[in-house]
């Protein structure tokens, strides 16, 4: 079950781009008032259901944990765009169904900025 600290920690992750965030500025979101666990538990949460990767960046000593958000592409992109279709066909007005389309086009706009860092 996912609470407060797993939001906050994917939206930053989402924010951060390709860059992704360190621990120690995961940590720094709460302003170091969370507990370790708590955020492991929140990181292992989002890990588990896909939503996070962390990757160790080799450095001269120890290698830094990056933790970034996964942008996930759908398996099948002709099922997604049928049930979209499916969605504006029944939507009763055609000022709905622009409406509709324009917030998709937006939204699609961000995840891609977001890919391209």
Partial sequence: MWDSTDEIILQALQRAG???LAKRSI???FGRNRPAARIDAALARLQ?????VSRQIPSRGRPRQVWHAELKQPDNL???LDAIAGILQGMPSEEERTDTIQRLVERVGIVMAA???
């Avoid at 588990?48 to 996070?52: E, H, M, N, Q, T």
């Fill in 18 to 20: 390709t860059e992704g």
């Fill in 78 to 80: 002709d099922a997604l």
């Fill in 115 to 117: 890919r391209a860092g």
């Fill in 27 to 29: 940590f720094a979101l």
């Fill in 48 to 52: 588990a259901s896909g939503g996070v």
